[in-house]
């Protein structure tokens, strides 16, 4: 089926520096996703971003996240500076549309902040 | 409260015997889908379900909206079923996010 590519798969980085999480959509999809998952916990949606733009954020996307996808390349979560509290699992999700159509989901990119 | 419930949290089975696990959910929904995932943390899609009935191989996944629920019945359990099995639905008043729901760890002892 249809793959969602994310790079890196691990990255370690220490409180305060930046951190770029990069997402391969599914290459005809138009919607973007963003979730988190906290080690041992629930999966927690963070952003979706359409044709150049956020349509939702949750309460989980501070003010130090950004997202963008310049040029149609990757679409990439930013956290600038990272937290303690940043560690944990990003999913990256694009759909073909955005109510009522399948999310696919890339492998994730576990972040650890020391 | 909580939009979507799984039951049970957790579930022990020998091999051979069928799980049924259950998502409930207390809102009203665009769509459901389910997810295997794997002890290392990736995400393997199972269904994209909002509504009815779907096979794919020993796995069953149903959808009853009207009941606010949905199942996913696994035949023949096998030991490499083992692992936590995910839930979530797009809320009709949504912008298209997913609510997850908290899981049910399921071990297949051989």
């Known amino acids: 089926g249809p793959k969602v590519l994310q790079i890196p798969s691990h990255q370690i980085i220490d409180m305060g520096q930046m951190v770029t999480l990069n997402c391969d959509p599914v290459?005809?999809?138009?919607?973007f996703y963003w979730y988190k998952q906290i080690l041992g916990q629930q999966m927690e949606f963070l952003v979706n971003?359409?044709?150049?733009?956020?349509?939702?954020k949750s309460k989980l996307f501070k003010d130090q996240f950004s997202v963008e996808r310049p040029d149609g390349s990757y679409f990439t979560l930013k956290i600038q500076p990272t937290a303690l509290e940043d560690s944990a699992v990003y999913f990256c999700a694009s759909s073909l549309k955005g109510s009522s159509y399948e999310q696919y989901f890339g492998p994730g990119t576990r972040l650890t902040v020391l | 409260g909580q939009q979507v419930q799984q039951s049970p949290a957790s579930l022990v089975l020998q091999e051979g015997e069928n799980a049924e696990l259950q998502c409930n959910f207390s809102?009203?929904?665009?769509?459901m889908q389910w997810f295997y995932q794997r002890p290392g943390g990736s995400l393997v899609s199972l269904f994209y379900?909002?509504?009815?009935?779907k096979h794919s191989g020993r796995l069953t996944s149903t959808t009853v909206i009207k009941e606010r629920r949905s199942s996913l019945h696994i035949s023949s359990s096998q030991t490499t079923d083992s692992g936590t099995y995910l839930c979530?639905?797009?809320?009709?008043?949504?912008?298209?996010?997913?609510?997850w729901g908290s899981g049910t760890k399921l071990i297949i002892k051989p």
């Open positions: 979530a639905l797009e809320r009709r008043d949504s912008n298209y996010q997913l609510i």
């Open positions: 379900n909002p509504s009815g009935t």
């Open positions: 971003f359409y044709n150049g733009k956020v349509m939702e």
């Open positions: 809102t009203s929904l665009n769509s």
């Open positions: 290459s005809n999809h138009l919607y």
